[in-house]
């Protein structure tokens, strides 16, 4: 006996009359694997009347046929039940069908023995079998990879119901890997999937289709081991709620590592330069089926949530890209066929607001690790609306930019910020400070090590030796408008710095100036960035 919770409809395959089972206790059963047929298909009701109507119209159709066929099959092999997806589910009731949809893969996984049937192989055996099996629609049909992947056990026939293999065969997994892109340890054993990156997973569905466009969510459920509530008529909505579904219980960052340049090349430039952190399809991870866990990686090491837009994330996973003013997020890396490092997928972030990021175009795909700049704790815009574009397009963005007139090769003074503050507000990507109209500040302070300055004192011939780390603090003063008029810097040595530190913590909502400013110099706001 097979154990289950749900309520579980199963077909006589002596009478072809309905059985339910409710409880913990399923006899064994087979079940039919196969591709819908227009028109063709035989539905609950229609089996109910034809089981008790020998000249019933639904008996003449080429659905009933398969039907009877693996009833047949599965008495021959002293089976006594079987499932098929098109009659043993009443799609007049919407519980029904929801429940059905989010059991389907244990269902599948539960079965004594599935038998695939593959209406449109029309092979003369298995010495051609590789170059018919691909050409199968079973293989493209959105539905039919959780068919393949849930049993253990698969007896596969062609459209003549001759047998072509079964599963385990050597051939079979090999060929049926190649097709799908799925691992040979997978397809032999579904309890593998829990060591499967949930991109890795998305790309095996990219070139699937379903007929209605939140069906491509639903047949997914059971590769995530998730429950969803069905919402038919919702359309690519349900995939965006599939994936929130799987970041309340996983922590895999590789669910961002959609591919945005291959979305561009079927949308304009415009709308794309900024980008929804969430994949519109399945189609978005195409490629993705090389991409492994960073080896340096902890399963603790990142957590994420999302709530009001904004997903909240906590990562060591992040870098810098001071070239192109952007964050890079690390998401995995990219196997080559030899199973070594092939290169280390990036997503590119920008920092439009104190803690706040969303996500653009193009993924940064290098072959060695990049400056960390982390752990940080952010959230990153998921959906990208009117509001977010006007800001991130830089209305008001700038409040303060950092730039250092002396250039010494090879020592940018980027490279040399060792600690911001008010660090929320700083954009290492692009040296500059970000307007924070919810948290005002005035003051603040940039740590440099001291390296910047000795060189910089040697490259103008003076004396460039034990400085160590220094300071430049700086407060502003403010126009009515919100904008800064004048701004007051000072440079401090590490030494001379330890008891003003904390009284910056204490001046962050103040309106007043730092009084050691009384000792500084003072600039206006447009000289302010050199």
């Known amino acids: ?42 539905s609950y009701q229609e089996m109910m009347a034809a089981a008790a109507d020998p000249l019933h119209p639904a008996r003449q159709t080429s659905g009933y046929s398969k039907i009877q066929k693996t009833y047949e099959i599965a008495l021959a092999n002293r089976i006594e039940y079987a499932w098929v997806d098109t009659c043993c589910i009443d799609k007049t009731s919407s519980a029904e069908l929801s429940e059905a949809i989010n059991s389907m893969f244990r269902w599948y996984q539960n079965a004594a023995i599935c038998y695939a049937y593959l209406s449109d192989l029309h092979s003369s ?8 099996l691909s050409k199968c629609r079973w293989f493209t049909s959105g539905w039919c990879f959780q068919e393949l992947i849930a049993p253990r056990q698969i007896h ?46 998305m790309s095996w569905a990219a070139e699937r289709e379903t007929t209605r466009p939140e069906d491509m969510a639903y047949c997914l459920l059971g590769l995530f081991d998730l ?49 929804d952190f969430f994949a519109e399809s399945p189609r978005d991870f195409l490629g993705c089926h090389t991409l492994i866990q960073s080896h340096r990686s902890s399963p603790w090491g990142q957590a994420f949530s999302l709530a009001n837009n904004r997903l909240s994330l906590s990562t060591s996973k992040f870098s810098l890209d001071q ?12 196997m080559d066929q030899n199973n070594y490092l092939k290169l280390i997928r990036f997503l590119t972030l920008k920092k439009i607001a104190p803690s706040v990021f969303l996500r653009v175009r193009g993924n940064a795909d290098k072959k060695t690790k990049t400056r960390l700049a982390g752990p940080l704790n952010l959230y990153v815009i998921a ?12 209305f008001a963005l700038d409040y303060l930019r950092v730039r250092w007139k002396m250039s010494v090769v090879g020592l940018p003074y980027f490279s040399s910020i060792l600690e911001s503050y008010p660090n929320e507000a700083w954009d290492a990507s692009r040296s500059i400070y970000l307007r924070d109209d919810d948290l005002p500040y005035r003051n603040g302070y940039l740590k440099f090590g001291g390296s910047i300055l000795n060189y910089c004192l040697m490259h103008q011939g003076l004396t460039g030796e034990g400085w160590g780390d220094f ?7 403010e126009t009515r408008f919100g904008y800064p008029s004048e701004i007051m810097v000072k440079l401090y040595h590490e030494h001379e710095w330890a008891p003003l530190h904390n009284a910056f913590q204490q001046l962050r909502q103040e309106t007043l100036l730092f009084p050691f400013f009384q000792w500084g110099f003072s600039c206006c706001a447009r000289d302010a960035e050199d």
């Open 1 to 42: 006996m097979l154990t289950t919770t749900q309520a579980f409809q199963l077909i006589d395959t002596s009478t072809l009359r309905h059985k339910r089972f409710n409880g913990p206790n399923v006899p064994p059963y087979a079940i039919l694997p196969h591709t819908w047929e227009f028109e063709q298909e035989v």
């Open 227 to 275: 429950n969803m509530p069905m919402l038919h008529g919702e359309g690519k909505k349900a995939f965006r709620r599939l994936q929130e579904e799987i970041i309340k219980v996983s922590q895999d960052l590789s669910i961002f590592a959609w591919d945005v340049d291959r979305r561009a090349a079927q949308e304009s430039t415009e709308r794309l330069e900024m980008v």
């Open 383 to 394: 959906k990208i609306g009117a509001n977010e574009r006007l800001v991130a397009n830089g």
């Open 323 to 334: 070239l192109n003013g952007h964050y890079l997020l690390e998401v995995g890396w990219i």
């Open 156 to 201: 596969f026939y062609d459209s003549r119901w001759v047998s072509i293999g079964r599963k385990t065969d050597q051939l079979i997994p090999s060929l049926t890997s190649e097709i799908t892109k799925a691992g040979r340890d997978v397809l032999l054993d579904p309890a593998m999937l829990g060591d499967v990156l949930v991109a890795q997973k």
């Open 471 to 477: 300071y430049l603090a700086w407060s502003i003063v």
């Open 125 to 132: 055996g298995k010495d051609d079998l590789d170059q018919h």
